[in-house]
């Protein structure tokens, strides 16, 4: 998990159908009361009437939710239509959810590798924005029409979500359900590593991995309400501008160079504070870095995520690198290893409140305002998740429950087409690949009998004479 992750609680929504019986029409018991009946038929609703009345409200409510169905790939995600009306508990409440934060931890759940996810069939989705449509019992700081955020251990990826209220949190005037849906996860996250863990204090240096990521935007964000903190932020080169601008003071191209080594040249003596999302090889490294009475907090294992799929070679080798050490080590070096892990703060909701007030105080000042990379809308949620696993993301990739126009419908259909026709054309290519390398092999057979051939006639011609001699 790379940290980007939600407290516990699961939704408490009602999926399944109700049956219902159609009405039953009365029986006429004799024929010797026609004005009876005929009144009985006068008085009776029209049959689409009571057919409408005999569907009670729970079962006619509909909405629709993303569906992990399986671990995979991005085709896993599906998105379903959820029948029947969510039942509140005392102290939830319901939100028509208009905007879902996307996290590394959702990538790493479709792999089956975040185990705060229930199994599948389940609605992933750890943050999201909206409005609140109903309270329940024991509800008394949020009523109907609130504009919220929400925290919550799954299910809101889709567009009813029911949580408990202290899940929930108001949404500042001018901040919008793109923004709010942005700010959950990654900046708590952030602000509890680096101030509750970190202790971040003026004129010192931190580390930021993933740098142009939710959580790095994040981070650099809150390093900038301190004095004078040096960043150290990687990224690919293409970012470098934007996380500059962002407050990295030392951009590092972590695909072309050593960020140890690149990190030694500008402060030799090593770093304060290293935020370490990637896990495995990394976190040695990170603890290496510190200088004396540093801090080391890791937070995820982005390492183990290499492709679509689950790569058992890729968590073989992060759990072969996996960081541990002798306390007698963090005694002589003077250093301190911490661990965060945000899913598992379910049950200190005040402990994750006090830091969220905090971070909405600093958003209200000015100082602190999430960067949306990018919105797309629940049907599209496969190219959403391939962009951020792929790291083509600059800031927080976001999921909106409008629905697709028709127009963008036909579009994304279009795309669909033209990809499995690519997939066609690659398999086909593939095929004459394996088509020629066996032609090839024959030739080469062919070539190899060629000789021996040749050597059978030769021993064919010096038999001859001795025949005729017999």
């Known amino acids: 998990m790379s940290g980007e992750d939600a407290p516990a609680q699961q939704q408490n929504a009602v999926d399944q159908k109700q049956e219902t019986k159609p009405a039953e029409e009365p029986k006429t018991e004799t024929e010797s009361a026609p004005a009876a009946v005929a009144a009985e038929a006068a008085a009776a609703p029209p049959p689409a009437a009571a057919a409408a009345a005999a569907v009670p409200e729970e079962e006619a409510f509909t909405y629709r939710a993303l569906v992990l169905t399986g671990y995979g790939g991005y085709d896993k995600v599906k998105l379903q239509v959820k029948k029947g009306k969510p039942v509140l508990k005392a102290?939830?409440?319901?939100?028509?959810?208009?905007?879902?934060?996307?996290?590394?931890?959702?990538l790493m759940a479709r792999q089956g590798l975040y185990d705060r996810l229930p199994s599948p069939p389940v609605t992933p989705g750890m943050e999201c924005s909206g409005v609140v449509e109903a309270v329940g019992e024991e509800v008394t700081?949020?009523?109907?029409?609130?504009?919220?955020?929400?925290l919550n251990r799954s299910g809101l990826w889709q567009e009813v979500a029911v949580v408990p209220a202290s899940h929930t949190f108001l949404i500042p005037d001018g901040m919008s359900f793109e923004e709010a849906a942005a700010l959950p996860v990654n900046y708590i996250t952030a602000y509890m590593m680096l101030f509750d863990f970190g202790?971040?204090?003026?004129?010192?240096?931190?580390?930021?991995?993933?740098a142009a990521g939710g959580v790095g935007t994040a981070a650099t964000q809150l390093c900038k309400t301190v004095k004078d903190?040096?960043?150290?932020?990687?990224?690919?080169?293409?970012?470098?501008?934007?996380i500059s601008q962002a407050g990295?003071?030392?951009p590092i191209d972590y695909r072309t160079k050593d960020y140890v080594e690149e990190v030694r040249k500008?402060?030799?003596?090593?770093?304060?504070?290293i935020l370490d999302p990637l896990g495995g090889s990394d976190t040695h490294k990170a603890y290496n870095l510190l200088k004396p009475m540093g801090r080391l907090i890791t937070y995820g294992a982005a390492n183990m995520l290499a492709g679509q799929k689950k790569n058992l070679i890729a968590v073989a080798k992060n759990w072969y690198h996996q960081f541990s050490i002798h306390t007698l080590s963090l005694i002589q070096g003077n250093k301190s290893v911490c661990g965060f892990h945000l899913g598992y703060l379910d049950g200190e909701m005040e402990l994750v409140s006090q830091a969220m007030n905090t971070i909405?105080?600093?958003?209200?000042?000015?100082?602190?305002?999430?960067?949306?990379?990018s919105t797309w809308h629940l049907e599209q949620v496969g190219d959403a998740m391939r962009k951020m696993q792929e790291r083509n993301n600059i800031g927080k990739v976001v999921l909106t429950t409008e629905p697709m126009p028709e127009e963008e419908k036909k579009e994304e259909a279009k795309k669909e087409d033209k990809k499995e026709d690519k997939k066609k054309e690659d398999k086909k290519k593939e095929d004459?690949?394996?088509?020629?390398?066996?032609?090839e092999e024959k030739k080469d057979d062919k070539k190899k009998e060629e000789p021996k051939k040749e050597e059978k006639k030769e021993e064919e011609k010096k038999e001859e004479p001795k025949k005729e001699e017999k």
């Open 91 to 106: 102290g939830e409440v319901q939100v028509r959810v208009k905007a879902c934060g996307l996290n590394f931890a959702d």
């Open 141 to 150: 700081d949020r009523k109907v029409g609130d504009k919220v955020m929400v």
């Open 199 to 210: 202790n971040l204090r003026p004129n010192q240096s931190v580390l930021i991995h993933i």
């Open 229 to 242: 903190v040096t960043v150290f932020g990687t990224a690919s080169a293409s970012k470098h501008e934007a």
């Open 248 to 250: 990295v003071t030392h």
């Open 266 to 273: 500008i402060s030799p003596k090593g770093l304060d504070i």
């Open 360 to 373: 909405l105080d600093l958003y209200k000042q000015g100082k602190v305002k999430p960067r949306i990379d």
């Open 432 to 439: 004459k690949k394996k088509d020629d390398a066996k032609k």
